[in-house]
């Protein structure tokens, strides 16, 4: 392991293990696996703001849509005046083409340092002790496809594992549907509508693909993630719902004394 991966992978090692120690008197077995969620749930929460900013952006996106579609068509020949009035319009509306990417990206340098911690053998110089730990009976170090085979009670752990992994994605393609329709005042389209559709269908289960060729342990992290990720969109949902019926709410009073003066002013004395 280079030095440039090795510092961060034996940070993980000491606060994972440290967490471990403190949960084993009244976790046991699982104190482990309890502390893998405990340091993702860290790692979303040091993540969150940059994860609700670009949950707004995708929000905005999809609220730009047809004005974009409307630029491509208009300026479609032109590429270098589309890039510009692009541009202007996302300059305009506070965000970026890249404005729901960053939180992505941001968690991949925790899940490759989870994926390199239960890989190794040895974490500074010392043999890594997490790998005795396990879920189940499975070492958290194991493989879906490894030891036993997918047909063993090790891979039912990894199956179950999985099928929550399966579960939660769709949950949030659900709700991201749900947060396009909202932004854009439509119904929520169909999930296999057309090529776009294909893929907004099965790109969140590529969650699933990268967990089957991940250690158990990274299989968890993913789990805890996926489901913050849900938690995080819910609270977002509520939040613009109650933004949205705050503005509503303050103009109907208003609207029903205009109703009621025109209806006094019409009455006779």
């Not at 790692?43 to 994860?51: G, H």
């Not at 009035?85 to 968690?107: I, N």
């Not at 329709?181 to 969650?207: I, K, M, N, S």
């Amino acid at each position: 392991m280079s030095s440039f991966l090795g510092v961060p992978v034996d940070a993980a090692y000491h606060l994972v293990s440290g967490l471990t120690g403190i949960l084993t008197p009244v976790l046991g077995g699982l104190a482990a696996v309890a502390a893998i969620v405990a340091f993702t749930m860290a790692v979303r929460l040091l993540l969150m703001p940059l994860s609700l900013r670009a949950l707004r952006g995708q929000a905005v996106q999809a609220r730009l849509a047809p004005q974009l579609v409307a630029l491509r068509q208009r300026y479609g020949k032109q590429p270098e005046r589309l890039q510009r009035e692009m541009a202007a319009l996302y300059k305009r509306e506070g965000t970026g083409m890249f404005a729901g990417v960053a939180p992505l990206l941001l968690q991949w340098p925790f899940l490759s340092v989870m994926y390199l911690l239960f890989r190794s053998p040895t974490v500074g110089g010392a043999a890594n002790t997490l790998l005795t730990r396990d879920l189940l009976g499975v070492p958290l170090g194991a493989h879906w496809l490894s030891g036993a085979g997918p047909a063993s009670a090790q891979g039912a752990v990894f199956l179950g594992v999985f099928a929550l992994l399966a579960g939660l994605c769709w949950l949030s393609a659900r709700f991201g549907r749900l947060m396009t329709a909202r932004a854009t005042g439509a119904q929520p389209a169909p999930a296999g509508a057309g090529t776009a559709g294909l893929l907004v269908r099965v790109l969140p289960y590529l969650t699933v693909v990268i967990a089957a060729f991940a250690p158990l342990a990274a299989g968890i992290y993913l789990l805890t993630s996926l489901a913050w990720s849900l938690a995080e969109r819910m609270f977002f949902l509520t939040r613009s719902a109650r933004a949205a019926a705050g503005p509503a709410a303050s103009r109907a009073p208003a609207s029903g004394r205009a109703a009621a003066g025109r209806s006094g002013r019409g009455r006779p004395l």
